[in-house]
């Protein structure tokens, strides 16, 4: 049987579930575009490509596989900081880049969309990708694609296929499929380290869980709701994990961030005997810019790879597999749920007259949400804001949260939607919003209808309060006309309670088109985690 | 005498020109933002990173050298397409990124930003750039920043700086000044070559020059001028070059640039029995996607570091000292100056009822641009139908002519305009525009004045001559409305030519903000330059 190269990654794709790629002809890519259009795939424009990739991870991060497709140079270059973002957040991304003709870069150096030597783009992309590959060669180029799938797969991250525009149609004859190694959990290790964790748990007294994001990109949430079942520990979520068990589930403090997040979930987690650190590697964000209090001497870590053990590793173990023998291996539950504070709200909303607070929306968003909304934050006030919004079940929550790049949100928006089906809520500030909030309009072109919320207060808010100087300040932009740039939109510009609750209502009744809701607030009211924050790395920039 | 690593960056900045120093704050660059925002250099600025960066190249073109100041990852990462275009256009951008503290990188290596080892950032800069280096070292920092000035003035090309925020304020000591080694040209080489050309410039019956972009870089307007003031040899210019040399000048022929270019143009360039090439290694939109026919055993080519005579070549020669020494040893001119073709006008404008076409706006603007505009043109028809632009002296007209990166224009204008004192005319492309044109705001807010005239055709037209599908449409703006977002800004939709002219006459004569038209065109009227090239380009992904 033969096919081509091109046809063969249309294909593959298709078989790994993927139905939408993102991103920007140019000419070293318009031929496979050809192809794709031919597909049974849908090519999804953005307004710029770096656009495209925030949209394909978040497409990733709901549907499992997401890709993007772009020219040499000029594309693959401008997708280098969200393909970063993917890694650092382990979403995978299959970025896919059109390339000069081999014979081209032969005979003709010196090619428009060239930066230096050819290979230097793959070199880039070497640091940002679990695996890079030029399919130039049709005895390899099937297998180079299996390989890259099977990698985003196996390892959550980006990977990078490059294809020569003269190879697109280069036809390939298919060999019987190969069985890749198989480099599962070590059993002996995986039996060791699960019989000791039992041991640790039944002699707990003070048990906590804390979730992380793996939980989300290795598909383990129901593998998590079983296992509160079995043990009734509370259970808190790293910001990258928020919504890996379900905001409304009995066991569910909120999200654990040392001195940010809230004290009663900082409490239970750092007062465990036993804590169960599980799909996480705690960063500087995760640990509340290090103002945490965990001691490894009470902690049993599963990631992907390994379970720590206190002080002692495990190599070789995948946390699904871990997971899978630990949950049997228990005794079933020997007490009730435990008791834990209760979701912010905001009692007697909408207060005639009184202006709008971060506090009060999120409340207010809290009181309102519907189950069938899934919320993507952008990275700024609105993230940390939205540690105390409690969301839909499973990947509720989507954000830039480690990498905390802004501008994500309003282009994830699209592949959030895409991928889930579900209307998003976007939280955005109206600094992020000016690097990427444009990408609105493909929403409204394409026929979707988040609900984007901006909070509008005249800069970087978060950088306000670490340092303030008029480089903090950024252009007042009037987001409502945009109603008039571009649509079909809703759009309103909003200062007070009253105004807001009918805009959000307006929205909630009206899902034929996106709504933005610009939200005016004052430059001195930040959410108390931004506030914490603010302060604590204020005192590392002024050198502390 | 001592400083601090920060202070000592700024002082040689200013040292070397610089007045403003483009980019986005984030919080590992916030602390050297705030000795910038107490120095005598100004800090731009603006909505994305990537932008800053367009900026910073243009600025570097009209003013000798640019800078662009960001974070780490998340900021440097974004800046990547248009430093690698900066690269491709021989612009010395230095690029300054913040990092995590020396003592940070250390000990916590999950810091946000972070999406590897943190030298992978400076190992992709690697790839970009024509110096790199980490002032981490208060022993080495104040040397390295020299050599990345001297870098950068020396191959005109980007250089990277990355400053760990820890050691913004690290006192250092300087030493005595401290001359560089001087890799000036071979006096030998330089003598020969020199005698060589004189002879066979001697015996041409039928010269011609062609005039590349590094005369722009390295200053040699004047000494290209008084060198054809010796020859009277016509003079064209490949697009990189264009308004090398003043495009009023009775010498000059228009853009060369094979098939694509005018006819005129092309005869004189390639019946030549001597072509004297100057500051440039033909690409391929130079040679007209491989159309043009030059035959190297008739040419003499002088680049930065070689002189080519026919098929052998002297290396380690400055086009610069080249220059100073071949015009000296000419003879007094010995002929008028030659006749050539006139540039293209438009008679009768505005023609009562007649809708726009590329070809009119172009005619009307030759007949009407002012001496004191400088035309900065994004990638797309625009630049191509530029080609028969004719515009002000010297570095008069700005585009990303090889590289060809979308969305260059509306930011490079921040920094054409305050790097020269002149008024930009943008021309750019609905699609380029959605990438970038929401730059403008900046524009407005920091008082400036360009005149942006959108090529508004419903898509990416070079592509759909290329090849066309629904990936090539794009979501419909009504750009005029831009001006009820952000402001002050005079905007208009036009579509025939009264309507043109009463707007266009409107910026010319009310200079107090910028002006935006947007030009409706038919999406089957290219530039005559473009359609040849879509064709040629046609034949190539169609797999000829």
Redesign the interface.
Known sequence: MSTSIGQYLLQRLHEEGVRHVFGV???YI??W??Q??HSELT?V?T??E?NAAFAADAYARVHGLGALAVTY??GA??V??AV??A??ESSPVVVISGAP?VI?QRE?P???????PYH?QR??FE??TCYCAVLDDPLLAARQIDRALAAARRYSKPVYLELP??RV?TVIHLQPECVFDDDGSDPDALAEAVAETVALLAGAERGAVLAGVELHRYRQQDALAALVERLRWPVAATLSGKSVLSEQHPAYLGVYEGAMGAEYARNVIEDADILLLLGS?????DLGV?TARLDPRHMIQARNDEVCVRHHRYPNIRLADFLSALIPALQAPQRDWPAHSLPLSAPGFPEPGDAMTVSRLIGRLNDTLPDDMLVVSDTGDCLFASLELRTHPRTGFLASA??????FAVPAALGAQLGSGLRPLVLVGDGAF???G?EL??A??KGLNPVVIVFDNGG?S??RF??D???????????D??A???GPLYAFTIGDEQAFDAAWQHALAHKDRPTLIAVKLAADDPSSAMRRLGES?GK????G
Do not use: C
């Open positions: 002809p140019g000419d318009l031929r575009y050809q794709l259009a090519q424009g307004t710029r770096d140079g000029v270059l401008s280098v900081n970063a973002g890694a650092a003709g081209e003709h010196l090619l428009h969309h060239r930066f230096g230097f070199e880039i640091r940002l525009r003269d149609d590697a705690l960063n500087d964000v290090f480690y990498y905390t790049t802004m501008g000016q690097m990427t444009m309009s493909t409204a072109w970087y978060t950088e670490i340092l100087g008029p480089f903090n300040d950024i252009a007042p932009w009037r987001l006309a945009l008039d740039v571009f790395l590392t920039v002024k050198g």
